[in-house]
């Protein structure tokens, strides 16, 4: 996979989806993963939205770092590339600088939480941003319906059960406008069987799919392919 390319902030940088000029675009969906064990499946993710003809690049958490970093998880060609929150820090030295969570932000135009864990679904609940997922969760225009979020929880059945994971959801879809692709039932990585796993990957894909017909016209003035 290019994970050294800058393609999503060389172009906010450069004005061209804020110029007003006529563009005509793939859409684009940036994928936020999160500490869970279920980040094994992003890049099955990425190509089921690859092969839907969607731009596609890769946010991950520390914890989800992890995961990614496994030699069965290599990104399928075509991710722009796989965002870190070191590249948050290292983009930026002084005024003028790219904020990368703001021009990941103004890049995506469907932000996909997949998987979200009980950590960062806490996080996102109560407004929490202390990295670079967080950062572009936050400062996403609540409401914007065509901009989507769409989230996928996976987690152990005990922590999904747990009373707090139902508040949080609430949060995210009732005054966020998150939208929810549900956990599903069956034996979890740790051995427990229970709700609680991650939807499968071509749910997930259907979900984005889904989200984007409703702006397939085209959004700010960019049309799309
Ligand atoms: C092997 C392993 C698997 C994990 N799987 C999950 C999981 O599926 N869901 C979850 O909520 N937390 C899981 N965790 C715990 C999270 O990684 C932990 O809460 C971490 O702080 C999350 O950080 P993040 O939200 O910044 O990614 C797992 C931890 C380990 C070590």
Known sequence: ASNTESEP????RSGSKMSGAATKRKRRVLLGCTGSVASIKVPQMCQGLLDRGLDVAVVCTQSAEHFLARADCSMPE??????????????????????????????????LLAPLDANTLAKLSCGLCDNLLTCIARAWPVGDIGRPIIFALAMNSAMYQHPLTAK???????????????????????GEVGAGAMAEPDTIVEAVMKALSSVSGGLNGVSFF
Not at 9 to 12: D, K, L, Y
Not at 168 to 190: D, I, Q, R, S
């Open 9 to 12: 902030v060389a172009e906010e």
């Open 78 to 111: 075509g991710v722009t590339r796989v965002w870190r929150d070191s590249d948050e820090w290292s983009s930026w030295q002084a005024r003028g600088d790219p904020v990368v969570h703001i021009d990941l932000r103004n890049w995506a135009d469907l932000l």
């Open 168 to 190: 949080h959801v609430a949060v995210l879809k009732n005054t966020l406008g998150y939208v929810e692709v549900p956990v599903v039932a069956k034996t979890l990585m740790c």
